[in-house]
């Protein structure tokens, strides 16, 4: 007889001590739910309250290891990454986090902190509000298709930054961080936006630069717009304003003459109201005043040359240095009186002046082009002697008559009466402006600068004509009594 036991003796023990084990364990688990105490032991499964965005409190930091412990909602924790925290957590610190999945060999929820990009980019892991990574791969007139892990979504135009792109094919190829604003798990939908993440991360630098940002600050800042009256720049979270009158010392430019959109500029703060959170720019104030010097550097009787920058019709402004002008009135334009600027320059035409006045505290200075030359008026006399004859250019014509130009400053008036032998109707039978002439002069008033001339009589020396000669005058003989004449 064999020492084995027989099959059927080995099936008859099992048994026995199957039976024996069950009937411990209904005595261990007498009067006890066994469902409850399964749910209870084991990690709760991602639950609807525990998707998307959740609140929770850090109970444990570990920076070598980047891991920040995050007690959520029903006891359960979540793990989430020091290095993606926007703002650096502290013990107790209640922090908003995006529950992603749970790890069952953790046994511990991963979590995105608000505002980073996730680590997951599969369809059950997404949440509307998860920011995730993505790469622009193609665009359509609505906006940009973005490829996010395997998944392929879609940013509409105005989703795409904070401000109106034109072309939105600057973003192709681009890495982007995005925020998914909705998603349709059965067709394969998935909508993001980059601007909400833009907006989000704005509202934290705004928040930190209103702490920080005082009165008297000279920061950088890029132009976010340009108008007709000023330009806005951004200082990192802050919009601000530099008005027209806070651009530059040269009152004569515009706004887009001085700043276009995406310029770094270094801007002083005028003003700044926390509560409404307006703010106030000086792009001048953040440069040396070009009339701090003036007086010194330019006192009254220097001589200098100056561009002309803008014409009116009471004078024009000249420009000595960027940021310093003064006027060239109508009077000081020439020695001879012209009623309109254009006669005497051009925008743009650099002439030689004269400083007669100097205002610093006003931001004023007044030139003369006519004294940086002598007078040609005060020996006229001697140079246009009476009945001299000379060459001269038409400049104007009116019905009475045609005025000459002799030299620079030096013109005359030839009466119709003096155009022509004969009887002139028109002064255009005999004249058009630009002719050059021989003229003669006929008189010279130096005190009112007017000279008559004439086109008659011209060639050779002039002989004044016999009537024109003065002949002595008879003594008239008076009788006296007696017949005697005195």
Same mark, same amino acid.
């Given at each position: 007889m064999s020492d084995t036991p027989s099959t059927d003796h080995k099936e008859k023990f099992h048994k026995a001590n199957d039976e024996g084990i069950e009937a411990q364990l209904d005595q261990a688990l007498a009067g006890v739910d066994v469902e409850n105490l399964l749910d209870s032991n084991a990690p709760q499964p991602l639950a609807g309250k525990l998707r998307g965005l959740q609140s929770g409190s850090v109970q444990q930091i570990d920076?070598?290891?980047?891991?920040?412990? *995050?007690?959520?909602?029903?006891?359960?924790?979540?793990?989430?990454?020091? +290095?993606?925290?926007?703002?650096?957590?502290?013990?107790?610190? *209640?922090?908003?986090?995006?529950?992603?999945?749970? @790890?069952?060999?953790?046994?511990?929820?991963?979590?995105?902190?608000?505002?980073?990009?996730?680590? +997951?980019? @599969?369809?059950?892991?997404?949440?509307?509000?998860?920011? *995730?990574?993505?790469?622009?791969?193609?665009?359509?007139?609505?906006?940009l298709e973005i490829k996010i892990g395997q998944i392929r979504g879609f940013m509409p135009a105005g989703q795409i930054d904070l401000e109106f792109h034109k072309d939105i094919s600057v973003f192709l190829a681009q890495k982007l961080l995005v925020e998914v604003t909705q998603i349709e798990r059965d067709s394969k939908k998935l909508v993001v936006s980059r601007r909400k993440v833009l907006e989000r991360e704005r509202g934290e630098l705004k928040a930190k630069l209103s702490l920080e940002i005082e009165e008297g600050q000279t920061r950088t800042g890029k132009v976010r717009s340009v108008t007709d009256f000023g330009a806005f720049v951004d200082l990192g979270g802050m919009d601000g304003l530099i008005h027209i009158s806070e651009m530059t010392y040269n009152r004569q430019l515009k706004p887009a003459d001085i700043v276009k959109v995406g310029d770094q500029v270094e801007v002083k703060i005028i003003k700044f109201d926390r509560e409404s959170g307006k703010l106030g720019l000086s792009l001048k104030q953040s440069m040396s005043d070009p009339w701090k010097d003036v007086e010194s550097k330019y006192p009254v009787g220097t001589k200098v040359t100056a561009r002309v920058v803008k014409i009116e019709s009471f004078g024009a402004f000249i420009e000595v240095e960027e940021g310093v002008q003064g006027l060239l009135p109508l009077s000081e334009m020439s020695w001879q009186r012209i009623r309109n600027p254009n006669q005497a320059v051009q925008v743009g035409q650099t002439i030689p002046l004269v400083i007669i006045a100097v205002d610093p505290a006003g931001r004023r200075m007044t030139f003369s082009s006519k004294q940086a030359a002598p007078d040609?008026?005060?020996?006229?006399?001697?140079?246009?002697?009476?009945?001299s004859v000379h060459d001269g250019k038409i400049l104007r014509i009116a019905?009475?008559?045609?005025?000459?130009?002799?030299?620079?400053?030096?013109?005359?008036?030839?009466?119709?009466?003096?155009?022509? @032998?004969?009887?002139?109707?028109?002064?255009?039978?005999?004249?058009?402006?630009?002719?050059? *002439?021989?003229?003669?002069?006929? @008189?010279?008033?130096?005190?009112?600068?007017?000279?008559?001339?004439?086109?008659?009589?011209?060639?050779?020396?002039?002989?004044?004509?016999?009537?024109?000669?003065?002949?002595?005058?008879?003594?008239?003989?008076?009788?006296?009594?007696?017949?005697?004449?005195?």
């Open positions: 920076i070598q290891k980047d891991i920040v412990l *995050v007690e959520l909602s029903g006891k359960a924790q979540g793990m989430a990454r020091f +290095s993606q925290f926007l703002t650096e957590p502290k013990m107790f610190d *209640v922090v908003e986090v995006v529950v992603e999945r749970f @790890d069952p060999r953790e046994g511990l929820y991963q979590l995105t902190p608000k505002g980073a990009a996730s680590n +997951s980019t @599969d369809w059950d892991s997404l949440q509307v509000g998860s920011v *995730v990574e993505g790469v622009v791969n193609g665009m359509n007139k609505g906006g040609p008026w005060s020996d006229a006399t001697t140079r246009y002697a009476k009945h019905e009475f008559g045609a005025f000459i130009e002799l030299e620079p400053n030096v013109e005359g008036l030839a009466h119709i009466s003096e155009l022509a @032998d004969r009887r002139v109707k028109t002064v255009n039978e005999v004249v058009k402006v630009g002719d050059v *002439v021989k003229v003669r002069v006929l @008189d010279v008033n130096t005190e009112q600068r007017r000279m008559s001339l004439s086109l008659k009589n011209t060639e050779g020396t002039f002989v004044p004509p016999p009537e024109a000669v003065k002949r002595p005058e008879k003594k008239r003989k008076i009788p006296l009594k007696g017949g005697l004449e005195f």
